[in-house]
């Protein structure tokens, strides 16, 4: 199999098989899944194509007929919060394809959890961090249609992410020390950019808490987040 770059993509392979082979796309950088990666899944997976694209964006430029053969898309737990963001024509885009996060920390991808299942149909989760031979029979699983989320997921996912919303009403109150810093400046219309640069953290990790606490709070979005912190402070 060869690989080449096409917008971020490795997927000279793409079109050089048989006709009727399909594509595994994987959605990230070079450093989470590399040249390496898909040379050894292109040629353990029977009639596979292997493709990379360094965003959610670049896929869904991509060719049609790319898109149109894709079998799964891996997506990179960096871009979860991306893919929550997606509008419904831009979802539309990944066709019949599976979706599936792959994540190297359990604690990056918890929090979102519950609504990368129940709001994006994700219906995977690949760890990189198992041995070769399991990783490979988890990928051959989830690219033949079936469903598959690791114990530590489960056993990690915050209790607030199933709790019916009228038992999150006092979630203020469970929030981490860095949750509270987050939503006070959230409060504050303080963008994340900002907001990772005061608190030292990256622009993913503010996006992650930020979740986090729409989550605990049970509310919707920053909007209602940033009125649940001012109803507190009149308390």
């Given amino acids: ?27 990230g950088t070079r450093h989470t899944f590399s040249p390496c990666m898909a040379r050894t899944v292109g040629s353990e997976i029977d009639d596979a ?29 960096k871009c979860a919060i991306d893919l929550l963001e997606l509008s419904v024509d831009d979802l539309r885009e990944f066709g019949t394809a ?24 994700i219906k995977g989760f690949l760890p990189m ?3 070769l031979d399991v990783w490979l029979s988890i990928i051959r699983l989830l690219a033949s249609g079936g469903g598959y989320v690791p114990d530590e997921l489960m056993d990690h996912s915050p209790q607030a992410a199933t709790e019916p919303a009228g038992q999150q009403a006092g979630g203020v109150d469970r929030l981490t020390p860095r949750e509270n810093e987050v ?28 979740h986090h606490i729409i989550s605990k709070l049970g509310v919707r979005n920053r909007t ?12």
């Avoid at 360094?54 to 007929?65: H, N, Q, R, V, Y």
């Avoid at 599976?98 to 149909?121: C, K, N, Q």
């Avoid at 939503?183 to 930020?210: D, F, M, P, Y």
């Avoid at 209602?224 to 308390?235: D, G, I, K, N, S």
């Fill in 49 to 77: 194509s292997v493709a990379r694209f360094d965003s959610l964006a670049g896929f869904i430029a991509a060719p049609e007929d790319v898109r149109a053969a894709t079998r799964i898309v891996f997506i990179d737990s």
């Fill in 98 to 121: 599976i979706r599936a996060i792959a994540y190297e920390d359990v604690s990056e991808i918890a929090p979102v959890f519950a609504r990368l299942r129940e709001e994006r149909g």
């Fill in 183 to 210: 939503l006070r400046l959230v409060a504050q219309g303080i963008q994340n950019k900002t907001i990772a640069t005061t608190l030292a953290l990256s622009e993913h990790t503010v996006k992650l808490h930020i």
């Fill in 1 to 27: 199999m060869s690989d080449k770059d096409n917008g971020g993509a490795m997927s000279g392979s793409v079109g050089t098989k048989d006709p009727a082979a399909t594509t595994i796309a994987f959605i």
């Fill in 129 to 131: 961090h198992v041995r």
């Fill in 224 to 235: 209602e987040a940033t009125a649940h912190f001012f109803e507190r402070m009149r308390v």
